[in-house]
């Protein structure tokens, strides 16, 4: 059963949704043991870092999420992605999940650069090497954003595809053993979102 971690953040029901549209069987759950019991994690949110971490170690969830990402195939999505970093820059500052190394600044840009924080609508991905969660989607498929702070992996290998805002190019989605995680939002991306979560599905934990 592939359980969608539930701690308290938003965006849980649009996901399940999306699963559910696809006809794959899925639980949200903030039990430890539902964690430990299910076949793959998905892990999603929208929010901010300090109230999400403040959520994850009241409901003992933090262990139970390091201990899933690396025992089985994990997605992440948007703010789930953020936190499996070291740190974040929201809230002045936030230690998070350390799953994977590396930090979650917030989108600076000088006042002549046009850019909108937070960065929200439809942009391209690019993928730097082939993943099985890509397949059947083609190299700079658009999907959708809105976030104010992007990952930072502090391993090139860890990056998995980038995209541009304001001439920037951010990592968009990080791959790490049987662990991915997207910054868009593929349950809000239409037919390439649902294919991605389709491919999850499937997936065996390798790339």
């Known amino acids: 059963m592939l359980c969608i971690v539930d701690y308290g953040a938003g965006n849980l ?18 039990d430890p043991a539902d964690l430990a019991r299910a076949s793959r994690i998905v892990f999603p949110g929208v929010g901010a870092a300090g109230s999400a971490m403040r959520e994850l170690l009241s409901r003992n969830l ?31 500052g936030v230690n998070c999940l350390g799953i994977v190394p590396g930090a979650c600044p917030r989108f600076r840009f000088p006042a002549e650069v046009r850019a909108t924080v937070p960065h929200m609508g439809w942009n391209a991905v ?9 397949t059947d989607i083609p190299q700079d498929a658009n999907f959708y954003f809105v976030h104010s702070y992007f990952p930072q992996p502090k391993l090139a ?25 997207t910054q868009f939002h593929p349950e809000k991306s239409g037919r390439f979102g649902l294919q991605l979560l389709a491919n999850f599905a499937q997936w065996d934990g390798r790339s």
């Open 13 to 30: 029901c649009s996901v399940e949704l999306a699963f559910r549209r696809l006809g794959i069987p899925c639980q949200v759950s903030a």
């Open 62 to 92: 933090a262990d139970a999420i390091r201990q899933a990402a690396a025992e089985k195939p994990f997605l992440g999505i948007c703010l789930g992605t953020q936190i499996i970093l070291d740190s974040s820059e929201e809230d002045g």
């Open 126 to 134: 690019t993928r730097r090497r082939d993943h099985a969660i890509f």
């Open 157 to 181: 290998s860890d990056v998995l595809a980038d995209t541009e805002h304001g001439g920037l190019s951010f990592c968009s989605a990080i791959s790490r053993g049987q662990l991915v995680a």
